[in-house]
């Protein structure tokens, strides 16, 4: 059968292909330092209601609006009307200021990951190991050179074979070692050097169950940007990127179901990192080591990691191994979708458009890192957090240009091409659409109000 390039093998491929987009370092690192920054079981409560409504609504139109167009993000929008063809433009901001830290991240793990082949994993334990790491000029810098190296790779030889093959092995084995790891963790329990003894089963509740104590509007209302920046994040929505996926589906595939795969597997990986890292934190450093923001994972785990024996290293080193793929996977997303706009903007070839942007993702990465020692500084951003400049591009990314992206996007599907454009595609392979009438009453009413609230919160005009 004649495939056209960088297209999926059916329904699965897809599927398993944006599931490998969606499932990274967002879901295992970012994921459980927002839950416990912003105490828990509130953030999750409001989690979940988000994903089920804004999340699917937003996926169903990124998805659906590349399969129908059969563009990517660049050209999708004004091909349907030129003069949106600006929010095109827009959106691809979003994945090429994500390249710039990704890899940074990607780096850490890598770096986790030589720790623990070399038999280190006690040094890993030491309190200011992570910090010392980061705030190294040049081995940060390498690590995320090796990662950012493995991503072009990929890339360069193309979406279809790179991706698929990853996809597949990977992501059942991470979710067995987290459930494994996570099942350890909160049988475990810690005696403080004040006498406290804190159990993993307390860290659990903490997890999971709401605490309205004290609960402010601005409190709330942080909460809410926080889950929502990290749902676009997590779901790679209203970047571009689920569209240029959307483009390369069959038209056969149901649409529909595909997307509930997708948004059930990408949550259930989340909370069950959620469960293994929280409960782990606050054994070791109770509530107050909750805030510690993106140093989280890198701390705490090593030391639930050590307390297991001797297999401890063992595990830890599939552990990180399986997350490095996690995270290659969403990288390759991010890069493939820059240069496959790249190569249409530039009339170029795919392996020449991964050289360039790969040297210039290199470049950006490594300023970033050295927002850690040689630019280090501490800056509050209107959500009341501090950030070092990773932090900040982050910020700008997820809490600020997302919200104003989708509500633009919620602006022309709901009241410029209308939902039922939406709806035609979804039903275009001969399958239901059956959240058919959630997804019209959210693209026109509740998405664009909560987003343009959320934008204005994020620069910290709403308080
Ligand atoms: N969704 C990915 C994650 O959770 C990250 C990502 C962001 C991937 C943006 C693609 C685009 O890690």
Redesign the pocket.
Known sequence: MEKKKGGFTGSLGFVLSAAG???????IW?FPYLAAQDGGGLFILVYLVLVLTFGFTLLTTDIALGRRTQKNALEAFGSIRPKWGFLGKLTFLV?AL?MTY?TVIGGWITKYITVYMTGQGAAATQDGFFTSFISSPVSSVVFMLVFLAVTALVVFFGVEKGIERFSKVVMPGLLVLIIGVGAYTIMQSHTAADGTVRTGLDGLAVYLIPNFEGLTFGRFMKILLDAMSQLF????VS?G?MITYGSYVDKDVNLSRSIGHIELFDTLVALLAGAMIVPAVYIFSGTEGMSSGPSLMFVSLPKVFQGMGPVGGIIALAFFIMLGFA?IT?SV??LETLVANCMNIFKTSRKKMCLIIGGISAVAATVICMGYNVFYFELTLPNGSSAQLLDVVDYVSNSFLMPLISFLTCIFVGWVIKPKWIEEEMVASGHKFSRKGLYSFMIRFVAPVIMAILFFQSLGLVK
């Not at 969606?22 to 879901?27: E, F, M, R, S, Y």
């Not at 994040?233 to 790679?236: E, G, K, P, R, T």
């Open positions: 987009s969606a499932v990274g370092v967002g879901n970012r994945p994500i990704y994040f997590s779901l790679s970047m990127i995270a969403s997303s991010i």
